[in-house]
């Protein structure tokens, strides 16, 4: 029987998640993509949630873990 697939994506690039959640996959060695803000400083990203800085991100690379750009800013389109 073949087996599907599954991908976990966590979005915005929080910082809770790059502290909590990147840990537990790494110990259990599953891969995720991560899509972030390209600039996590940006004035314009508004939320009650800090950023992870990019370069935290990037270092996931190592670890099996995807990068995906989520936009440049995270600009509120709403």
Wanted: hydrophobic share 40%; net charge negative; aromatic share 8%.
């Amino acid at each position: 029987m073949t087996r599907g697939a599954l991908t976990l994506v966590f979005d915005d690039g929080y910082q809770c998640v790059y502290d909590h959640v990147v840990p537990i996959l790494n110990k259990l060695n599953i891969p995720a993509v991560f899509s972030i803000p390209l600039q996590s400083d940006s004035p314009e990203h508004k939320s009650e949630f800090t950023l992870a800085p990019a370069d935290h991100w990037l270092k996931l690379k190592k670890h099996g873990h995807e990068i995906a750009a989520h936009s440049i800013s995270h600009t509120d389109l709403t």
